[in-house]
């Protein structure tokens, strides 16, 4: 009588089986469909078009292919199964962002924006870099400067063709927010990452700004990368601080200011940090030596600000300056708005109108263009979410003690808050909240605050285990 092997020894020739692909599978072979596509339509570009145009196709075609090993490591880094799916879509639609972004400036601006400036700089420098000039002297403020220099570091690899610049930039831009979301699930595991994925990964404001040429994509590679890092000190895991520096100063190469206001945020935040359980004797010790070498980064990025706005001394009224400057420049244009709020006041009775306008606004009713009724549709969904989310919110506030990364998060996000509500001009705004928007999302994305059968309120991220599956956490139903 014939024995049936055992279920481990058997293999799955059964028609359900033989036709079920592995995930990394499907990746190759949509990898090798989409270099074939590349390949044709680059074959098609250069008998019909300038390098302008052909160039960016041979760039999107060279990063496809580096990209390969690059986004599969990112999914094997990924626990959970949906969200492993999410990251191959997610990173081709931010390069499909670029073609977005290039057509909106060259079709609706006309060419008129940062991205061109920042085009023509880099060619020139891409030359001197060719030459063996590799630091030339590039004119202009300091953070624009170096934009300046990075495009030509870009164009000297890729050869003068903005819409490769695009890609190239985008390209950075998606590593930043996936930056963004490691740290969210290294720091809180607790939190809904399904949630925190799709916003992190697919809002609009975070897909378009950060897909070209300019200091938004590169301000949102340094940010997630600093944020990163930031997270894993606060852990305890290997790699944290070099990463956390780095980070910092990519984003004080670009705008130092925001630089320190993350900086002051991982400084408070790595003050409340407990040690682990398993912690030695010394512990103390080498948490004074992380606080030492956080507190001479904020001092350096301080000395970097203060050269950035050209001030003798940081204080409150140099501060205060600074602020009625930025009202002044960015109170113009035909997406100017009245803000209601002081250009000055930083008390807490200013801040709720300050963060609508910030994160939230223009409101439907302020749009007059096609661009402002995006951004008004964006920013009235993420009001309804974080108002539906209230209990999240409450629940993050009450996190800090045990989850100092939800200290750094709230830090970062009000002073930003404070500082931005300066500016009076939509445009503006919509652009600059990028570099807030994947830390104030952390707050929607933690586990609610629930009323218990005693009374009273409690919250997961202070009654569940670190680790502990949401769904198997104390006070979920």
């Known amino acids: 009588m014939a024995v049936d092997a055992p279920a481990r020894l058997r293999r799955p020739f059964g028609p359900r089986d033989s036709n079920r692909l592995h995930p990394a599978d499907k990746m190759a072979i949509a990898g090798v469909v989409t270099v074939g596509a590349l390949v044709g339509l680059f074959g098609w570009a250069v008998d019909h078009t300038a390098y302008e145009t052909w160039g960016g196709v041979l760039v999107v075609g060279v990063l496809a292919v580096v990209s390969i090993p690059l986004v599969r490591w990112a999914v094997r880094c990924e626990e959970d199964r949906w969200v492993k799916t999410l990251i191959p879509w997610a990173f081709a639609l931010k390069l499909v962002s670029a073609v977005v972004r290039f057509a909106v400036v060259f079709a609706v601006y006309d060419g008129n924006a940062d991205a061109a400036t920042y085009h023509d700089a880099g060619t020139a420098i891409a030359r001197q870099i060719r030459s063996g000039n590799v630091f030339p002297h590039v004119e202009g403020q300091a953070g624009t400067a170096f934009i300046k220099w990075l495009t030509g570091l870009v164009y000297s690899v890729t050869g003068p063709s903005e819409l490769g610049g695009f890609f190239v930039f985008s390209w950075f831009g998606f590593w930043g927010l996936w930056f963004f979301y490691r740290a969210f699930v290294t720091a809180c595991p607790e939190g809904d990452r399904h949630r925190y994925a799709v916003l992190v990964f697919f809002l609009p404001s975070l897909l378009f700004w950060p897909s070209s040429i300019g200091k938004e994509a590169w301000m949102t590679l340094g940010l997630g990368l600093a944020v990163w890092g ?218 609610p605050f629930h009323r218990t059968e005693e009374g009273g309120w409690r919250g997961l991220l202070t009654s569940a285990p670190a680790g502990t599956p949401l769904e198997h956490a104390p006070g979920t139903r």
């Open 230 to 447: 930031a997270a894993r000190l606060l852990t305890h895991r290997r790699g944290g601080l070099i990463a956390g520096a780095a980070g910092l100063f990519a984003v004080a190469e670009a705008r130092p200011h925001i630089a320190l206001i993350l900086a002051i945020a991982i400084l408070m935040a790595v003050l409340l940090r407990r040690p682990p359980k398993s912690a030695k004797i010394t512990a103390p010790i080498g948490k004074l030596a992380v606080i030492l070498v956080c507190g001479l980064g904020l001092i350096v990025v301080l000395n970097q600000t203060e050269s950035f706005f050209e001030l003798d001394t940081f204080n409150s009224d140099s501060v205060q300056l600074t602020l009625q400057r930025a009202a002044r420049q960015t109170n113009e244009g035909g997406s100017s708005f009245d803000s209601g709020t002081p250009k000055t006041d930083f008390s807490p009775s200013r801040f709720p109108m300050a963060m609508l306008s910030v994160l939230f606004r223009p409101f439907p009713w302020e749009a007059h263009n096609a661009q402002a009724v995006i951004a008004a549709v964006e920013g009235s969904a993420l009001l309804v979410t974080f108002v539906l989310s209230w209990r999240r919110v409450v629940g993050a506030v009450r996190s800090f003690l045990r989850t100092p990364y939800v200290l750094l998060c709230c830090v970062y996000s009000v002073v930003f808050i404070y500082g931005f509500a300066s500016f009076a001009n939509f445009g503006v705004l919509t652009r600059q909240r990028v570099q807030v928007l994947p830390l104030a999302l952390v707050l929607v994305c933690l586990p």
